[in-house]
């Protein structure tokens, strides 16, 4: 018996593809059939919306900075380092 | 062509290892520039010490790390002959500093999240996250000093494999190539594994 694919399938199907979208790794093609998708399927659009602001919140980590006693430490140990030897050089 | 090594060494006005120019540090460092050199050790102890703290959970190992990270690179920034390599290596080393000799401690949680078996449901609405960045208003700083919180409790849940994909390729902008070559895997295999975890960490973001 042929069986069509019902509208869970596809949005499975999609959200498969949801983190490629999100990296602008999908083709043209591939893009804008994810885009009508998302514009008709309010379920997928919000999956998509929390996947891409949950990818950013993981960028905005990246910019975690020392903490100031850590920092001045991390420098002393810079300092020291830098006055104990040499610079470091390429090998001719 | 060869990259200008004076790419700005002082590094100010960026923050994180995202946008850094390693291989122009490593040039200028190995020219003899201070600023330069400066600058890469500084990067690698911060390197060590998002790491300890986002993949290892505990910010009081970061200070080995940081210091194992300082050495090795101030010994390997003079001698390397690929800059561009240069980044691959210094996540290869951070890892190693922070989990080679590491033991498994006693409040890590017990089960880690099953990713391979987590299937996406668009079932429930989604809050919307807040990642603006801190400083306008009290109630948004409050809530994104909530939301890193709750990240960080997030990545604790992920298999230690999972969890350094996400660092590696989300947190430190790793490409997908590289994060594949930091971690010893296929380049298909991080993206399936990226997606998984993303999946994951959007539930844990959204759990009340």
């Known amino acids: 018996m042929k069986t069509t694919p019902t509208s869970q399938d596809r949005c499975r199907a999609l959200l498969e593809e949801l983190s490629r979208f999100i990296d602008g790794e999908l083709t043209g093609a591939e893009r804008r059939s994810m885009v009508r998708h998302l514009h008709s399927c309010p379920c997928c ?19 975690t900075r020392l903490p100031g006693d850590l920092r001045t430490r991390a420098r002393a140990r810079i300092t020291m380092l830098l006055a104990s030897g040499a610079p470091a050089r390429r090998r001719s | 062509m060869t990259k200008r090594a004076d790419v700005n060494p002082s590094g100010k006005g960026r923050v994180g290892g995202r946008g850094t120019d390693y291989a122009a540090l490593v040039i200028a460092a190995q020219s003899g520039s201070q600023a330069a050199m400066e600058r890469l050790l500084m990067q690698s102890q911060e390197v060590a010490y998002r790491f300890s703290l986002l993949v290892c959970g505990h910010a009081d190992d970061a200070e080995d790390a940081m210091q194992e990270a300082l050495l090795k690179t101030y010994r390997h920034a003079g001698q390397i002959k690929a ?10 080393t951070v890892k190693n500093a922070c989990l080679v000799s590491r033991r498994r401690r006693a409040h890590e949680p017990a089960q880690l999240a099953s990713l391979d078996e987590l ?9 919307i996250i807040d990642v603006e960045d801190p400083g306008r208003r009290p109630d948004q700083v409050l809530e ?9 409790a997030a990545l604790q849940k992920l298999s230690p494999e999972h969890r350094l994909i996400v660092f590696l390729r989300e947190v430190e902008g790793l490409s997908t190539k590289e994060v594949a070559g930091v971690v010893g895997v296929s380049e298909a295999n991080v993206k399936t594994r990226l997606h998984r975890a993303r999946l994951f960490l959007r539930q844990q973001l959204e759990a009340p």
């Open chain 1, 45 to 63: 659009q919000h999956l998509a919306h929390g996947l891409k602001q949950t990818v950013d919140l993981c960028q905005k980590a990246g910019a």
């Open chain 2, 83 to 92: 800059p561009e390599a240069f980044r691959t290596w210094l996540y290869r």
């Open chain 2, 119 to 127: 299937m996406p449901t668009a079932d429930g609405a989604i809050r």
């Open chain 2, 144 to 152: 994104n000093r909530r939301l890193r919180g709750t990240l960080r």
